[in-house]
């Protein structure tokens, strides 16, 4: 948008201080962010375009998509704070009071104008804010009566004190119909998913093992600690409450209530015949209770089982789960990593079983791509409660989800912001040696990529092969 504005600007005869930007919807939005943000826009009109992240967090119907929810972007600013940054250039916001879609004025209008009114008190141009509230239809739109409210402010405000109409003239003669406007694009002509391959091509950034005796511990240390930064990890406090116990065939079942912190709950079961005595935490895509095989696998080989579900899958997947994802993006905003979020309550459950439960460091077993790698980022956190790790399904490269196109909406945490940039797989495994790691079925692709973590575990005097 900055270069379209370059672009018209240089034209001749533009008048520099009579620069208006409007759109409707994903325009709206967008509306505000170059107008917030390049002074050279004079006016601006977002029509349903967008409401500040806290009264999304109130209304679900406004919780939006990716691209109006950036990683990061309200650990700086809120859709609140961009609309205030307009000030004292004249805005007029404006939405619609039956919306159909998203950003109804009746919860989205006034939490804006609360915030922004001040800035323009305090610039004395608090006639420059201005809102209109479409009644007929009142649906998504930026039909005749919106187009009319925004007239009326370029009027006001670009042509005052001279003679201006407000009143829509009948332009359907002028219209050009789809093919005409259309545009050829060239051939092979880039897009996302190209250019995110292209990116990743060459990443991680200093991917190489050291190869060096005796490097490998310094190597683990300093990349846990980067690793540490990368998902925004926490350390939870664990408060647990029983919510039922029974016998079934002879396995003593517990069913948790985990908080953790003050910000999440987390449901687990815990599984064991007498005399049990490792314990194994299991994790799996689908949620644990589609763990059933692998959960009888291990109490046959007389091992405690407890099976959670972390954030974002099974039971702990947010309602409906369509929406999921934007709430994961949603805490990507605020400066959160849902991904360091998962590995973060497994690492803390893990610590609580080690400590308070006196059950010695566990064996995380996980089941499916997205919980494989929580596991992974767990056990690369936590070097001690965590004993090893069996991944079941796990992507041999975190390059594999662009390559297939994978949508965000199907494994938000996958998509972690800056991770690819100094892990993939290969790296991630390898902060957990000498532990075990074992790859059960382990890919073509993993085992293209991981074929170097034999040689690795030989680094620490250990004869260990992970790919099974």
Same mark, same amino acid.
């Given at each position: ?80 704070? /961009?609309? &205030?940054?307009? %000030?004292?250039?004249?805005? #007029?916001? *404006?939405?619609? +009071?039956? @919306?159909?879609?998203?950003?109804? $004025? ?78 050829? /694009?060239? &051939?092979?002509? %880039?897009?996302?998913?190209? #250019?995110? *391959?292209?990116? +990743?091509? @060459?990443?991680?950034?200093?991917? $190489? ?248 575990y030989r680094s620490f005097g250990v004869a260990y092969q992970p790919l099974h």
């Amino acid at each position: 948008m900055k270069r379209g504005l370059d672009v018209l600007l240089s034209l001749e005869h533009v008048d520099s201080s009579r620069v208006a930007v409007t759109g409707l919807s994903g325009g709206g939005w967008q509306t505000i962010f170059i107008s917030g943000l390049d002074r050279r826009v004079t006016l601006c009109n977002p029509v349903a375009g967008y409401s500040s992240f806290r009264t999304r967090i109130r209304n679900h119907s406004d919780l939006g998509d990716s691209e109006q929810t950036p990683c990061d972007l309200a650990t700086t600013a809120d859709y609140a704070q /961009l609309t &205030a940054m307009r %000030a004292p250039n004249p805005t #007029l916001l *404006t939405f619609n +009071a039956k @919306d159909d879609c998203c950003f109804r $004025a009746d919860h989205a209008l006034q939490p804006l104008l609360d915030a922004a009114g001040p800035v323009y008190k305090l610039y004395g141009k608090e006639a420059n804010l201005r809102s209109h509230i479409n009644e007929n239809p009142g649906t998504h739109n930026y039909l005749q009566d919106n187009r009319q409210a925004f007239y009326r402010m370029v009027g006001d405000h670009f042509f005052a004190g001279q003679p201006f109409e407000a009143k829509e003239i009948p332009s359907d003669a002028e219209l050009k119909s789809k093919e005409q406007l259309e545009v050829a /694009l060239p &051939a092979r002509n %880039a897009d996302f998913a190209s #250019l995110a *391959t292209s990116i +990743a091509r @060459d990443l991680p950034k200093d991917g $190489a093992l050291p190869k060096e005796t005796g490097k490998a511990p310094a190597w683990q240390r300093r990349r846990r600690e980067q690793l540490r930064d990368i998902v925004r990890a926490h350390t939870y406090p664990i408060q647990a409450s029983t919510t039922g116990a029974q016998s079934l065939d002879g396995v003593a079942v517990t069913r948790w209530k985990l908080r953790l912190g003050d910000a999440w709950t987390i449901p687990a079961v815990e599984l064991a015949r007498s005399g049990a005595k490792e314990t194994v935490l299991v994790i799996a895509d689908d949620g644990r209770a589609s763990a059933g095989q692998i959960i009888r696998a291990q109490l046959d080989a007389g091992h405690r089982v407890v099976a959670v579900d972390p954030l974002l899958l099974g039971e702990s997947q947010p309602q409906p789960p369509r929406q999921a994802y934007l709430w994961a993006l949603l805490l990507g905003t605020v400066g959160e990593r849902p991904l360091g979020i998962q590995a973060s309550q497994l690492r803390s459950l893990a610590l609580w079983l080690n400590r308070e439960r006196k059950t010695g460091p566990v064996t995380l077993i996980a089941s499916g791509q997205r919980s494989t790698l929580a596991a992974l980022v767990a056990a690369g956190l936590e070097d001690t409660a965590i004993g090893g790790l069996e991944l079941r399904g796990s992507l041999g490269s975190l390059k594999e989800p662009i390559e297939q196109k994978v949508l965000f909406q199907a494994a938000p945490e996958v998509f972690c912001f800056g991770l690819l940039e100094s892990f993939d797989i290969k790296q991630l495994a390898a902060l957990s040696a000498p532990r075990p790691v074992r790859f059960v079925e382990a890919s073509a692709r993993a085992r293209q990529e991981l074929g170097q973590l034999e040689g690795w575990y030989r680094s620490f005097g250990v004869a260990y092969q992970p790919l099974h």
